[in-house]
Nanobody
Framework: QVQLVESGGGLVQAGGSLRLSCAAS????????MAWLRQAQGKGREFVGS????????YYGDSVKGRFTVSRDNARNTMALQMNSLKPEDTAVYYC?????????????????WGVGTQVTVSP
């Protein structure tokens, strides 16, 4: 089992920045990748970005490329999402997710464990 706890959400004006954090505990030695996904009201869960736990390789969804940065700290078992140039359409609940199995992934069904999410609201 892996437990995930997100923090850092809140309200910010368009153009501003926020930093989210995710703390992992439990069987962190079995992690293959960790990711951020988000879900806006009335929409499905969208892939935001991820990192391979072994070497820190990152991947991003098209809507956030160049604005968001994913990083991880293996020693502390944490992952962060730095969000810059925020837009109202970034408003969503942001979830931290973990995957144990090697291989490609892209959607919500590809992840094994989830945090409860943290709300990010971007005002115009």
């Amino acid at each position: 089992q892996v437990q995930l706890v997100e923090s850092g959400g809140g309200l910010v004006q368009a153009g501003g920045s926020l930093r989210l954090s995710c703390a992992a505990s439990g069987r962190t030695g079995t992690l293959y990748a960790m990711a951020w996904l988000r879900q806006a009201q009335g929409k499905g869960r969208e892939f935001v970005g991820s990192t391979l736990w072994s070497d820190g390789t990152t991947y991003y969804g098209d809507s956030v490329k160049g604005r968001f940065t994913v990083s991880r700290d293996n020693a502390r078992n944490t992952m962060a999402l730095q969000m810059n140039s925020l837009k109202p359409e970034d408003t969503a609940v942001y979830y931290c997710a973990a995957r144990l199995r090697p291989g490609t992934y892209s959607g919500a069904s590809d992840f094994d464990y989830w945090g409860v999410g943290t709300q990010v609201t971007v005002s115009p």
